[in-house]
């Protein structure tokens, strides 16, 4: 499932990627703050108009995946954004947590919580 929704944000495919999210959505950023469903797609359209080569990639031996009993699953790992910038790759590596709800035989996402964009104090 991580691969299928970094599949349609590598895409910057807004719509596929939105069919993976809750209704009820809660996106938490440390540097962007808390956003809803609808805010989350407004922003996912903004950083693709405005940084239009942008990928993510997983770091390889980061993600750890645990069912949570009659939910869904957590997912936690690292992951690697990078964009062109001056010519030259601009690449960071964040943290993620995402919790997954299952709904019959689909699985989206309900909660993100997405940290390390700076540096700790």
């Known amino acids: 499932m991580d691969t299928a929704i970094f599949d349609a944000f590598n895409a910057h495919d807004v719509e596929r990627l939105m069919t993976m999210f809750t209704d009820d959505l809660e996106f938490y950023h440390d540097t962007g703050g808390l956003t809803d469903y609808r805010q989350t797609q407004e922003n ?18 980061s993600l750890e995946v645990y069912p949570v009993k009659d939910h869904g699953a957590i997912e ?21 947590a995402m919790i997954w709800r299952k709904s019959g035989e689909s699985w989206k996402i309900s909660r993100v919580i997405s940290y390390g964009h700076q540096p700790p104090h």
């Open 44 to 61: 996912f359209k903004k950083m693709f108009a405005g940084t239009p080569d942008i990928r993510r990639d997983l770091v390889k031996g």
């Open 76 to 96: 936690i790992g690292e992951h690697r954004f990078c964009h062109k910038e001056n010519s030259k790759d601009e690449c960071g590596i964040f943290k993620f």
